[in-house]
């Protein structure tokens, strides 16, 4: 394993309004004109960004006109790519699979900066307070926190851990989420722990000099085998860590960290597959409603509810396919639940109170990735191999737009900024 | 009753950067000078509006500088005054208890549009799909309905019901707010009941010709006497009215409105005070926090824990004087209260796991308002007397700014636009 830590600054920050790979132009062509004239003022509450993996760009959106304003190129390899956004709903960071972070300006369309921070990167985080991006990775394992202004480093955690050969080894990261009291919490791979970091120093302590800041992370061990995946519930209190080489879930609640990490959920995982796994499902949608929380069955055609009184299955929902993302709509009266491969053309409806599906839409091949409005009244899901974003009602179930995007992944709004963990 | 739907506009935007009325030149020369240059791109997201009820305007604030940005003047009586944002966090909605609705540019602090659209108000809501502003109106009663882009007419409900003489009557209408499906919910003071109109037209219908636009209203009757304020929960669900004229609280499940108006913890009101009540406390800040809803009693020292479960109380948590606003910090690990007249110079900080008073504060003369940024991290206090907000970090408890103000009241921050009920 190569440290590759090449910070690659872009001193000239690019105007990019209208620059569209050649490939891509014809495709484009329908798409109505970029609306967005980058001098003039604007709120940043209803934009958001769609990932164009293909072409390593990002499309600007606006919910209320629900149009594309423009798109911003040049962000390297965005598969699996996501998005935080800056408390002020201005700039949003883009994490790239090959390690480039980017901080782009949705009101200008600019890149404000751009760096290489590692060599192969899973996702990241922005702090409570907003002053701090910090970034997962698997190459070199590890966390680093970069100022969210300028992407100057503050700190890096090389996620270290002996392996059972008593030998000194750096973990890939993964589930990295941002945790009330300024910490940042994640999981390593390789060494089966979670993690806190503590982001607060001291009144008056000495500013960080090329990331070495003296930060206090908290350990846990032994919670589980491979964990490859995390969510936090919206009040910023349970971290809940996916297994991958064992059943059951890792629980931490951050209220009680003396308590260590708790297994919930025995059953969950692999191990109760019915069918090969085509893709592990994705945490970050799981859901939390009352007190049910619904979450993608592993290999079986079922969204599982659990009672998160004492973590147990309450029930079983039968759906179309594999489910990957169980996405609640905000009033949770709604589940939107997408699917794995060969079932991937499909979204199903969920009602949370009948606990069974009552819609099942066709919003194109390869759907990705599902974004509700901040109240709920939309929802806009990516069809990566239609090469579009449609745009749902969802109390009439009627498609109320249609956005051309090439390869549309992640679908990320602004308002996320304002959620704890999002 | 005089029918006063007068509606004023006021064509010429006026930009109102630095107008300072000359009594308060003096406090306000010690304040840090605008920051704000109106032609400058700027997110919207850390911004917020703090009501100067005594001069009529509102100072426009920035929750990440901490400072004010500008003041914009001009609002009509601003007593009791609350706001509501647009989607785009750019444009807010200042309800005046004069009547007098204003829709104000926080990026250019212009006015853009004002009407006096009653002789009196009490409040406001934006729709969840951010096309409408309602208001709640005392004289004459009922709600009107305005088009949030131009303040045009959309629609009225006068409020209409028959007296016990069998008389019709307009009755005043307090407790308005948004919940899903596009819908307002209101409660009439004189009446007793409480309404949902539906604001979703059929596609292709025609425009609304100056409020005259048919929209379903369902109503609610004998739901207790004279409800004088509502909320409702963080997930449109519940829709829950104080009421004035007799004990309990009046509960309509939105999700099932065929089960009716329920009365809920019938203990609840003026009946168990055993001081008198030197004001009524606000609906608007009490909180759910997982199966706890914790509220303020009336008249006793005291901040109530209902099970949500079965609306039973579940505990009594003692203070130190008359709570009127029980808010939750968004990650509902603290509850910070405030108090009636004598004790209004105090707030109190509830750990809510331990159902204690953990901290108590003097951030000045006559707190009136909190508001906690939107992951929680800091809260601002406006101390009427005191001609200041206070901003805390909730976490250390330490105060890390001190805004001068006149007179401030309600503070809003921008972030409400994206949250059902806010």
Redesign the interface.
Known sequence: MTLKLDRIFYPRPRRLQAVVAASSLALLAAQPPATAA??E??????LGVVIERASGRVAVVD??AREVLERIEGLGDLSHASVK???????AFIFGRDGGLSRV?L??GEITHRIIQSGNSIGGAIS???SLVAVANYEPGGVRVFDSQTLEPVAEFPALYEDKNGEEQRSRVVGLV?A???RFVYSLFDAGEIRVADM?REPGAAPPENGKAAFDVTRFTDIGKKPYDALIGP???YYIAGLFGEDGLAMLDL?HPEDGVKRILPDYGRGEARLPVYKMPHLEGWTM???QAFFPAVGRHEVLVADTADWSLADRIAVHGQPIFVMSR????QLWVNFAHPDNDVVQVIDT?KREVVATLSPGEAVLHMEF??????VWVSARDSNRVTVYDT?TLEEIARLESESPSGIFF??R????GL
Chains 1, 2 share one sequence.
């Open positions: 980058a001098d003022l604007r709120g940043t509450g209803d919910t209320s956004f800056a408390r002020d709903g201005r700039f300006d009101l200008s409570q307070d907003g941002d009330p009291g300024n607060n009040d910023g209190r209220w409603a009352g007190r905000p009033d949770k009266r109170e409005s901040p109240k709920g009244e939309q109390r602004t308002h900024a304002h959620r704890i």
